[in-house]
C-alpha cells in the first residue's frame, strides 16, 4: 500500500528573495536539507543553512527540528546569503532606500497610537530595534520617540522569542512524555 511513501511531515521551503515557495514532506532534518537543495536546485556539496522564515531562528538541531508544526515556512540559504525580514527582490524607489519607507509608516503608526507595538510582528520589531534614529530625524520625527519606540521594540522582540522559546520547550516536553509513555505501553 502507498501509505509508507507518506511517513514524514509536511513543510513549505521558501528561497532567500522569497520568489519560489514550495511544499515537501521530510522525516528528519538532513532528509529535509536534502529535498530542499533538489527543490530549489542547490548543488548538493553547497553548503546551505536552514532558518525560520518569520524570524530568522536558525534550525541546525534535530530535535529543534522535530518540534516544529506541520507546514512550517522555512527559508533555504546559501553560505553567502543571510536572513531578511523583508522581501530582499522588493525594488524601492529612490526615496525607499534600505526600507526606510516601511519605517517610516510602522513610526508613523506608532506616533498615532504607540500601544499598537505590542500587536508588531517579528520582522517589524526587529527593523525598529536595528533602526538608526539619527537618518531619521531628518523626517520630522522626534529624537526621544525615536530612541523609546527602539527601545521599547527590542523589549518586546525579546520576549517575543522568549515566549517562543519557552513554546518549543514545552513542545519537546511533551513530545518526550508522548514518547515515553508510548514505550511504557509497548513493554506491558
Known amino acids: 500500500m502507498a501509505s509508507e511513501e507518506y511517513t514524514g511531515k509536511p513543510y513549505k521551503i521558501i528561497d532567500s528573495k522569497r ?7 521530510a ?6 536539507m536534502t529535498k530542499a537543495q533538489q527543490k530549489l536546485d542547490i548543488n548538493e556539496n553547497e553548503p546551505i543553512k536552514v532558518v525560520l522564515e518569520s524570524d530568522g531562528t536558525e ?3 534535530e530535535d529543534y527540528f522535530d518540534t516544529l508544526e506541520t507546514n512550517t515556512l522555512i527559508m533555504i540559504l546559501k553560505s553567502d546569503q543571510k536572513w531578511s525580514p ?3 527582490s522588493f525594488k524601492f524607489s529612490d526615496d525607499q532606500i534600505d526600507g526606510t519607507q516601511s519605517l517610516n509608516s510602522l513610526i508613523r503608526r506608532l506616533q498615532n497610537d504607540i500601544g499598537q507595538i505590542a500587536f508588531l510582528s517579528g520582522c517589524d520589531l526587529e527593523l525598529l530595534s536595528d ?8 523626517m520630522a520625527f522626534d529624537r526621544s520617540f525615536l530612541d523609546q519606540v527602539k527601545e521599547a521594540s527590542g523589549r518586546f522582540l525579546y520576549e517575543k522569542r522568549e515566549a517562543q522559546d519557552a513554546i518549543n520547550l514545552l513542545k519537546l516536553y511533551h513530545a518526550t512524555t508522548i514518547g515515553q509513555n508510548a514505550s511504557k505501553k509497548s513493554k506491558v
Open 19 to 25: 520568489e519560489h515557495k514550495i511544499g515537501i514532506v
Open 27 to 32: 522525516t528528519s532534518l538532513s532528509d529535509f
Open 59 to 61: 534550525i541546525d538541531e
Open 86 to 88: 523583508y522581501d530582499i
Open 131 to 138: 533602526m538608526d534614529p539619527d537618518s531619521l530625524v531628518d
